[in-house]
């Protein structure tokens, strides 16, 4: 899988978590993920409706399985303010990974793309490494490096 620079983005201003999800669905339409964004945005909503996917620190890492999406991907995007979300520490989010997997894909690599990723926020330094930078790029190979982007 690759994750690479148009795969980030910053300053984000939307609202809600809702607003967000429009946000990330039109954009992953925009880099080719999915050709329907809004089959993609009632995927999130529904995994949502299951299970807050709000962690703690800001993060959150809201994930689609569906038919709707065309291949693998994350985006990451830095909100410009942050948003509420029902998270661990109820504090709210500014950080956030969205993964999609088309259903071919739903068993190992979307485990593992959840492993690597949540094994990633529990580090403080990934964190604070992460929130540090500013250039998509270095942010791409960051995360790229830090979550085994191109062995998923």
């Given amino acids: 899988m690759r ?7 910053l300053n984000v201003n939307v609202d809600n978590k809702e607003s967000l ?37 800001g993060f959150a890492i ?6 709707a999406v ?3 991907g994350i985006i990451y995007a830095r909100l410009e303010k942050p948003i509420e979300w029902k998270t ?5 989010v500014t950080d956030v990974f969205a ?5 071919k894909n739903a068993g190992n690599t979307h485990l593992k793309m ?4 949540s094994t ?3 580090e403080d330094d990934f964190k604070k490494d992460l929130k540090s930078l500013n250039d998509p790029e270095k942010i791409a190979n960051y995360i790229s490096k830090k979550i085994g982007a191109n062995e998923l």
Avoid at 3 to 9: T, W
């Fill in 3 to 9: 994750f690479e620079k148009e795969d980030v983005l």
């Fill in 21 to 57: 999800l429009e946000e990330l669905s039109k954009y992953a339409q925009k880099i080719g993920f999915t050709k329907d964004p809004e089959g993609l945005l009632g995927s999130f909503k529904k995994r949502e409706e299951v299970y807050s996917t709000g962690l703690q620190d």
């Fill in 62 to 67: 809201p994930h689609a399985k569906s038919e």
């Fill in 70 to 72: 065309e291949k693998v």
């Fill in 88 to 92: 661990y520490d109820n504090k709210p």
């Fill in 99 to 103: 993964l999609m997997v088309p259903p």
């Fill in 114 to 117: 959840l492993a690597n990723l």
């Fill in 120 to 122: 990633a926020l529990l």
